[in-house]
Nanobody, 123 residues
Framework: QVQLVESGGGLVQAGGSLRLSCAAS????????MGWFRQAPGKEREFVAA????????YYTDSMKGRFTISRDNAKSTVYLQMNSLKPEDTAVYYC????????????????WGQGTQVTVSS
């Protein structure tokens, strides 16, 4: 079992930045793909970013490329999501996930999920 706890969310003005963290406990996450998803009110959960077990490969939704950066520190069992140039449409609950599936953009590939952290971007 892997337990994931997100932190770092909050209220920020448009154009601002936030850094989300996802701390893992239980089994080591070294062999897992780690991903970030988000869900806005009334919308389905959507893929944000993912990173391979070694950190050598990263994946992003097109709308986040250049603004968001995912990274991981396996020694600290922590995954990060640096979010810059935030927009009001980035407002959502952000979830961290760990998985071994082949489709990094599909939530079906992830077996473990955190409780989420709220990000609110004001205009």
């Amino acid at each position: 079992q892997v337990q994931l706890v997100e932190s770092g969310g909050g209220l920020v003005q448009a154009g601002g930045s936030l850094r989300l963290s996802c701390a893992a406990s239980g089994r080591t996450i070294n062999s897992y793909i780690m991903g970030w998803f988000r869900q806005a009110p009334g919308k389905e959960r959507e893929f944000v970013a993912a990173i391979s077990w070694s950190g050598g490969m990263t994946y992003y939704t097109d709308s986040m490329k250049g603004r968001f950066t995912i990274s991981r520190d396996n020694a600290k069992s922590t995954v990060y999501l640096q979010m810059n140039s935030l927009k009001p449409e980035d407002t959502a609950v952000y979830y961290c996930a760990a998985g071994v599936g082949y489709n990094t953009m599909s939530s079906d590939s992830y077996a473990y999920w955190g409780q989420g952290t709220q990000v609110t971007v004001s205009s």
